[in-house]
């Protein structure tokens, strides 16, 4: 069936280093949609970036992804990590089916930014 | 913009009593609504996902029996976890779908614990 699998647990970075934070899927649609939330604490669950075609990048915030269908992957990229980014990411895939659209969610990563 | 208010932001309610979650769409028409919940150490499980005008589709492991859901219109959903127990702890999230937008908004989630 459908899958996400997301880089797990936490991911410890420096303030100003490169942020990857991987995400890959399994699904039998030929064109799948990816999404990446972000979530801090005491908050909503908010969408940070959501795929478009095949190898074309999608930015937002700084944050950028790209699907490839080729490896199916959407992994998550910021040139340069500030404090304020610490926050669970969770990549989720839309599956389409008898109980309509929804979305299934990776086990998220916890990404913590220090000085 | 679009919003999702959820209510009560947090409940305690005692073993084998029952409490009730609302969520309110703002700026869009939800056509259809997920309810998710996010047990300790767990990522969100779907529990259903409600289309207005359509039967509310349960996954595996929830029932209607549990967890009935109201979507009356397209701005509002609720919830009720009936005789909750420990294991029903956690994060219990709405997400309301804007076709438009081919987008998910959550609510900021309701927190039950049990005692």
């Known amino acids: 069936g459908d899958s996400v699998t997301q880089t797990e647990g936490l991911v410890t970075l420096t303030e100003g280093l490169p942020v990857m934070l991987n995400c890959t899927y399994q699904?039998?649609?030929?064109?799948?949609?990816l999404f990446w939330y972000v979530h801090y604490l005491n908050e909503s669950p908010r969408l940070l970036l959501k795929?478009?075609?095949?190898?074309k990048r999608t930015e937002h915030q700084g944050f950028h992804a790209t699907l490839h269908k080729s490896s199916s992957s959407f992994h998550l990229q910021k040139s340069s990590a500030q404090l304020s980014d610490s926050a669970l990411y969770y990549c989720?895939?839309?599956?389409?089916?008898?109980?309509?659209?929804?979305?299934?969610f990776g086990t998220g990563t916890l990404l913590s930014v220090k000085p | 913009g679009a919003l999702v208010y959820q209510y009560p932001r947090r409940t305690i309610c005692k073993s084998g009593t029952s409490m009730r979650m609302e969520c309110q769409a703002v700026?869009?028409?939800?056509?259809?609504v997920a309810w998710y919940r996010q047990s300790p150490q767990k990522t969100f499980e779907l529990i259903a996902l409600?289309?207005?005008?359509?039967?509310?589709?349960?996954e595996q492991n929830f029932t209607q029996e549990k967890f009935p859901i109201s979507h009356p219109n397209l701005s509002f959903s609720s919830m009720t976890v009936l005789n909750a127990y420990l294991e029903d702890r956690g994060l219990y999230l709405c997400?309301?779908?804007?076709?438009?937008?081919?987008?998910?908004?959550f609510g900021a989630g309701t927190r039950l614990s049990v005692l």
């Open positions: 997400g309301a779908r804007d076709d438009s937008q081919n987008t998910l908004y």
């Open positions: 989720a895939l839309r599956t389409y089916g008898g109980s309509g659209n929804k979305l299934i």
């Open positions: 699904t039998i649609y030929s064109n799948p949609f």
């Open positions: 700026g869009f028409q939800a056509t259809s």
């Open positions: 795929s478009s075609t095949d190898n």
């Open positions: 409600s289309t207005v005008n359509s039967a509310i589709k349960y």
